[in-house]
């Protein structure tokens, strides 16, 4: 009797276990965590570069330095594409945040008036904010209310 009891509480200390690594309690909770630390790492890795642009407006660029812009957008991309890829392999919905912040086409992160511009605009009585890529020119809507 003993021995079975302490099966029983080890199954449930596994399944537990087991629950609190993915933090969530349903299926694909593991993938839904890597998109999210793929997201923000790429958005950290995007606002470094803006850090490296604003500390060499005094003086002239570096070849060094554009190296680094351009290996840090290339980085910044890499992890954006591979967070669609996992969506895509899960079935996984990308979050309405997630989408509106990046560019459908490039796989760019859009931030106003950094590499984005940004218009507000009336169509059929809804407000629409229209956003356009500065490295594709894709346009994308977000309808307002």
């Given at each position: 009797?003993?021995?079975?009891?302490?099966?029983?509480?080890s199954?449930?200390?596994?399944?537990?276990?087991?629950?609190?690594i993915s933090n969530y309690n349903f299926p694909n909770g593991e993938a839904f965590l890597r998109m999210n630390y793929l997201f923000k790492l790429s958005e950290?890795?995007?606002?470094?570069?803006?850090?490296?642009?604003?500390?060499?407006?005094?003086?002239?660029?570096?070849?060094?330095?554009?190296?680094?812009?351009?290996?840090?957008?290339?980085?910044?991309?890499?992890?954006?594409?591979?967070?669609?890829?996992?969506?895509?392999?899960?079935?996984?919905?990308?979050?309405?945040?997630v989408k509106k912040v990046t560019c459908q086409k490039c796989n760019n992160l859009l931030f106003k008036d950094i590499n984005s511009e940004m218009k507000f605009i009336n169509k059929n009585g809804k407000k629409t904010l229209q956003l356009k890529c500065s490295e594709c020119?894709?346009?994308s809507e977000i309808i307002y209310f």
């Open positions: 009797m003993a021995k079975k009891q302490k099966k029983d509480k199954k449930k200390q596994m399944i537990s276990k087991k629950n609190y950290a890795v995007y606002k470094s570069k803006e850090k490296i642009n604003e500390e060499n407006k005094d003086g002239n660029p570096n070849v060094v330095n554009k190296i680094k812009n351009n290996q840090q957008n290339i980085l910044s991309h890499l992890y954006l594409s591979i967070m669609k890829d996992i969506s895509k392999r899960n079935a996984i919905r990308v979050n309405k945040n020119g894709n346009l």
